[in-house]
């Protein structure tokens, strides 16, 4: 390859430093790769962006031109370099999605706050603040929805979309009865106000619905794939209880609207109507691809800034977070 390098294909490293061999995972499945060379790789994937050079790819990351032209035509060879002239047909893009989506939505369950709590790392506070902030996305997640349906032009699949929304308004009611099972009242509930990064992830679902309907089958997968395993639950319940000195069954309205939605099939909508997802507009594809790539890093924001407000010393800050008024000049 020469003058410019080319970008990435969407490609997930798991790097354990210590490990012999670490694993790329691609939509073409998952490989492993000696960890010596993969901490190489690493060097020079920041600049892997379209824009410059190899010579200008090795003045920035210290790595030799001719050790990153060889781990370019070895990743080229492999077929991990966008190709601007292929298309794909329909069916084959429609499966891409799919297998995009599963990495995107284990990356989330890896990276997201309340699948930390049990690790006893936090204090009692961040499960509060977590619990508040997934009451105000589940109270504004079916409007969301619903705007899909509204915007949906092919009538079959406009209904499937509001059947969805009506079955997920009022479940913010299973969190709100939570936090008053972990002492809150519900006037403080319903009146608290949301951190900045919950917004966003309201304001990108409803921007990603608006902008293609049919993608919100694409975003059920992402945000709802959990499976409900009462086993996992019982333990999860359990270590939050010794962490946090609250009663084991405090969280069941919670996952009781978990369950619900399992039993719905709400995480494996993507899959029942995958046909549905029109991709007949290829650059319309992508620009919805961006949006709901950026949905899952709002949620890792979400995750970073819950602990950052919620966890140990307050130092005044308000449980649960208040908005600003104007009787508060």
Same mark, same amino acid.
């Given at each position: 390859?020469?003058?410019?390098?080319?970008?990435?294909?969407?490609?997930?490293?798991?790097?354990?430093?210590?490990?012999?061999?670490?694993?790329?995972?691609?939509?073409?499945?998952?490989?492993?790769?000696?960890?010596?060379?993969a901490?190489?790789?690493?060097?020079?994937?920041?600049?892997?962006?379209?824009?410059?050079?190899?010579?200008?790819?090795? &003045?920035?990351?210290?790595?030799?031109?001719?050790?990153?032209?060889?781990?370019?035509?070895?990743?080229?060879?492999?077929?991990?370099?966008?190709?601007?002239?292929?298309?794909?047909?329909?069916?084959?893009?429609?499966?891409?999605?799919?297998?995009?989506?599963?990495?995107?939505?284990n990356?989330?369950?890896?990276?997201?706050?309340?699948?930390?709590?049990?690790?006893?790392?936090?204090?009692?506070?961040?499960?509060?603040g977590?619990? &508040?902030?997934?009451?105000?996305?589940?109270?504004?997640?079916?409007?969301?929805?619903?705007?899909?349906?509204?915007?949906?032009?092919?009538?079959?699949?406009?209904?499937?979309?509001?059947?969805?929304?009506?079955?997920?308004?009022?479940?913010?009611?299973?969190?709100?009865?939570t936090?008053?099972?972990?002492?809150?009242?519900?006037?403080?509930?319903?009146?608290?106000?949301?951190?900045?990064?919950?917004?966003?992830?309201?304001?990108?679902?409803?921007?990603?619905?608006?902008?293609?309907?049919?993608?919100?089958?694409?975003?059920?997968?992402?945000?709802?794939?959990?499976?409900?395993?009462?086993?996992?639950?019982?333990?999860?319940?359990?270590?939050?209880?010794?962490?946090?000195?609250?009663?084991?069954d405090? $969280?069941?309205?919670?996952?009781?609207?978990?369950?619900?939605?399992?039993n719905?099939?709400?995480?494996?909508?993507?899959?029942?109507?995958?046909?549905?997802?029109?991709?007949?507009?290829?650059q319309?594809?992508?620009?919805?691809?961006?949006? $709901?790539?950026?949905?899952?890093?709002?949620?890792? $924001?979400?995750?970073?800034?819950?602990?950052?407000?919620?966890?140990?010393?307050?130092?005044?800050?308000?449980?649960?977070?208040?908005?600003?008024?104007?009787?508060?000049?």
């Amino acid at each position: 390859m020469q003058g410019l390098i080319g970008t990435l294909r969407e490609n997930v490293w798991h790097v354990g430093p210590n490990d012999e061999n670490s694993f790329l995972q691609t939509t073409d499945g998952v490989f492993e790769v000696p960890t010596v060379e993969a901490l190489e790789f690493l060097k020079i994937r920041s600049h892997l962006t379209g824009h410059i050079s190899a010579d200008e790819i090795s &003045l920035r990351s210290g790595v030799s031109k001719e050790r990153i032209l060889s781990i370019v035509d070895s990743l080229d060879g492999a077929g991990l370099f966008k190709d601007k002239n292929s298309k794909l047909a329909e069916e084959e893009l429609r499966q891409r999605l799919v297998k995009l989506v599963d990495i995107w939505s284990n990356e989330l369950k890896d990276l997201y706050i309340a699948n930390k709590l049990p690790s006893g790392s936090f204090s009692k506070s961040v499960l509060v603040g977590w619990l &508040l902030e997934m009451f105000h996305y589940i109270r504004s997640f079916p409007d969301a929805i619903e705007a899909a349906a509204r915007s949906c032009s092919e009538p079959s699949t406009k209904d499937i979309i509001q059947v969805y929304a009506d079955q997920e308004k009022g479940h913010e009611e299973f969190v709100v009865q939570t936090l008053v099972n972990l002492g809150l009242k519900r006037d403080e509930i319903l009146t608290s106000h949301p951190l900045p990064s919950t917004q966003l992830i309201v304001f990108l679902m409803n921007r990603l619905l608006q902008h293609s309907p049919t993608m919100v089958f694409a975003m059920a997968k992402l945000v709802e794939s959990q499976e409900f395993d009462e086993n996992n639950i019982s333990l999860y319940k359990h270590l939050l209880s010794e962490n946090f000195s609250i009663p084991e069954d405090a $969280l069941d309205p919670y996952f009781l609207h978990q369950e619900i939605d399992t039993n719905m099939g709400h995480g494996t909508l993507m899959d029942t109507y995958l046909d549905r997802i029109d991709v007949r507009d290829t650059q319309r594809v992508s620009e919805a691809l961006n949006i $709901l790539h950026d949905l899952k890093h709002a949620f890792e $924001l979400q995750t970073a800034e819950i602990v950052n407000y919620y966890d140990g010393d307050m130092q005044g800050r308000y449980i649960p977070r208040q908005a600003m008024t104007l009787e508060a000049l």
